[in-house]
T-cell receptor, first 113, second 116 residues
Framework: GENVEQHPSTLSVQEGDSAVIKCTYSDSASNYFPWYKQELGKRPQLIIDIRSNVGEKKDQRIAVTLNKTAKHFSLHITETQPEDSAVYFCAASIRGGYQKVTFGTGTKLQVIP | DAGVIQSPRHEVTEMGQEVTLRCKPISGHNSLFWYRQTMMRGLELLIYFNNNVPIDDSGMPEDRFSAKMPNASFSTLKIQPSEPRDSAVYFC??????????????FGEGSRLTVL
């Protein structure tokens, strides 16, 4: 089955700096890569996703890049703010038919004011 | 829509007791997932259903765990007998049909289980 690895497990940045979280996946059939943000004591919520036919996607301060050949994808947060502090999970799945989503182990991001 | 609804939000029980967690997915969603979250193991997929049928239960830890989805609007996850190592937050999530949906998982607020 699919295996998703995520690094780093913790990340501290100064407010205003950028943060990068990296993930790799094992199943070349995976074609959908979402990122979820989980604030303390809350549920995971989707913040951005990318499909395998796209190399990069941006949404304001957040961007995700995908390298299908190397089977890795990354989340980039620019101009970080204290409210970005949370645990971020990457995931991989095969869209269409039975959708099984495999999550990475999570990155705890702390933005220091 | 109220989103995915889980109950109870918190459960404290003693080792050996039966625990039943409940989930109501978003109307129209045809996939339902049960995840377990712990500090050590992160988000683990326990089981997922598609159109009420269990598709993959390979993540269910052992025979003490069972899950059912008797209809499109209700699912249960049962632990019998419960053990302290089952203490975790259990999330239910649903997603719309793969062809027309975004692929997004919609999570419930979770059920925090503590087994003493």
């Amino acid at each position: 089955g699919e295996n998703v690895e995520q690094h780093p497990s913790t990340l501290s940045v100064q407010e205003g700096d950028s943060a990068v979280i990296k993930c790799t996946y094992s199943d070349s059939a995976s074609n959908y890569f979402p990122w979820y943000k989980q604030e303390l004591g809350k549920r995971p919520q989707l913040i951005i996703d990318i499909r395998s036919n796209v190399g990069e996607k941006k949404d304001q301060r957040i961007a995700v890049t995908l390298n299908k050949t190397a089977k890795h994808f990354s989340l980039h947060i620019t101009e970080t703010q204290p409210e970005d502090s949370a645990v971020y999970f990457c995931a991989a799945s095969i869209r269409g038919g039975y959708q099984k989503v495999t999550f990475g182990t999570g990155t705890k991001l702390q933005v220091i004011p | 829509d109220a989103g995915v609804i889980q109950s109870p939000r918190h459960e404290v029980t003693e080792m050996g007791q039966e625990v039943t967690l409940r989930c109501k997915p978003i109307s129209g969603h045809n996939s339902l997932f049960w995840y377990r979250q712990t500090m050590m193991r992160g988000l683990e997929l326990l089981i997922y259903f598609n159109n009420n049928v269990p598709i993959d239960d390979s993540g269910m830890p052992e025979d003490r765990f069972s899950a059912k989805m008797p209809n499109a609007s209700f699912s249960t996850l049962k632990i019998q007998p419960s053990e302290p190592r089952d203490s975790a937050v259990y999330f239910c999530a649903s997603s719309p049909p793969g062809g027309g949906g975004t692929g997004e998982l919609f999570f419930g607020e979770g059920s925090r289980l503590t087994v003493l």
